[in-house]
């Protein structure tokens, strides 16, 4: 999110993500897929959250076309990261059962992915469901690398263990 708080507007965006793709054997339509991703993630972290949520959307469709075509395109992980980055955005908008439903469908399709796991936590936290919660919480716990991000999903399972044994809502 830094990143994109430096970046002046979407076309550097592209051109950073088309500099990334060169050499890589990406079929145009899976080069916008992962274009309009990034531009979801400027959208959001510019707090423009109904553009991040069509720009996933739109990269989602995209994805899906490309499936269809019968693309060897390896597609779960970047779906898996798309439906994460559209929970976080639902969860923004206080769409708790959309960002729920996003969530879910992030982790069955690739349930090695931490952040999908932290906005399933968020969403069913936010639903009134610590004990999911803090089954989420853990299991996100156990896929992160990054000590920071682990730092904080600590934090917020002690919080939610209080939370949970002393029934706080």
Known sequence: TVLYKKIVGVADVVKILR???VG???SPAVISCLEEKEVGNYAFARDNVLKAVTSYTTALRLLEEEN???SSF????VRSAILANRSAAHGSLKSWDKALQD???AVDEFPGLASAWKRKAEAEEALGNRDRA???VETALNLE???DRRKALENWKAKLEARV???LF
Do not use: D, F, V
């Not at 390896?74 to 992980?77: A, D, H, L, M, Q």
């Open 19 to 21: 500099r990334a793709c």
């Open 24 to 26: 890589l054997e990406l």
């Open 74 to 77: 390896s597609r779960c992980r």
């Open 134 to 136: 803090l089954k989420s």
């Open 68 to 70: 269809r075509a019968g």
């Open 103 to 105: 969530a879910n469908s």
């Open 145 to 147: 690398t990054s000590k």
């Open 165 to 167: 044994q002393w029934r």
